[in-house]
């Protein structure tokens, strides 16, 4: 009996050997594989190092901010370039951007990377459509808890952005267990490697998803909340922070001509200019014709020069005005 006892208790700590094992094996190959091969997250963690860099040039430094759209949609260093060539004198620009990222992201993503001494660029560029400046809009919390929030905004999370015990929950552990808060890009990598084209169909069923919503819009009086916004623009008055909401341009498919672009909420205007920032709209770039987006939202090759340096001439008011105020 004595050793069937020995024999069971041995079995049991090589179990849990071996499962521990399992994931320590996993959250290894996780910070230093996955991490480094996910396109997204490996930006993240040269933010640090990005934004001091920028802060540190001369002349007017340049930070912009977004999701996808503004990833694929802003060649920083060609907008830079016409800033200089139309006089504004020294530009220094660079993209901060996290893919299908919104305000809830951007919030403390200028917390943690650029706010603190020797990060700070002369201004922000955020760029945005339809209710990406809203509250309640989802998180991915995983990503969220790894590379956007410190230990000292805990509090702050807590109280305004995951109420409820499984977010909370679900945001400590990807705190502090990689593998658990990457399994959703795990996912996405494993469904890459076994199905083709799958980033592309993805992609096309993501915008079908917006198109259905959009339309599901229409007719309805759900209030839309800024709170969020307003203490973002109030973290930034702290820090002394400029910032340039954009509205990005968007467009619609031929079978759904005519054009007419997404609605811009009041209250979200109000807020931003109560804040004392600035908001430019161009939701309608008059050289951005179909054949330059990728889809609905997105720019493609032929679509980011063009826009970038039509945002450069729209924005160079702004600029020399900073310039002046510095």
Known sequence: MEQVVTRRRTT????????????LGAEVL??????????DISKFQTFTQRAEALAAQP???????????????????????TLIDAGAGPVSADVFSADASKINVWHYLLTRYFWKPGHNPDVFVVSFYENNLADKNPLEIGRFAQFFVDRDDWSEVFKHDLTSSSE?????????????????????????????????????ANDV????AAKSKIGTDKAVSHE?????IARAREHHSKILFVAFPTIIPERERPYQPYEL?????????????EFADLRQVPELTPEMYADDIHLNEKGR??????LAIALRSFIEKLSIDK
């Open 59 to 81: 002349g007017t430094s340049i930070a912009f901010v977004g999701n996808s759209l503004t990833e694929r949609g802003i060649d920083s260093q060609l907008f830079a370039e």
């Open 12 to 23: 049991l700590w090589r179990v849990s050997f071996v499962v521990l094992a399992f994931f």
């Open 265 to 277: 909420d009041p209250e979200m205007l109000s807020v931003i200019r109560d804040g004392g920032m």
């Open 168 to 204: 909370r929950f679900e945001f400590l552990l990807s705190s502090v267990w990689a593998t658990y808060a990457a399994r959703e890009r795990t996912k996405e990598r494993g469904l890459s490697l076994l199905i083709p084209h799958y980033q592309e169909l993805t992609v096309q």
């Open 30 to 39: 996780t910070r230093t594989v996955l991490f480094r091969i996910s396109k």
């Open 209 to 212: 998803l917006r198109q259905q």
């Open 305 to 310: 020069p063009v826009y970038s340096r039509y």
């Open 228 to 232: 969020l916004l307003k203490r973002f």
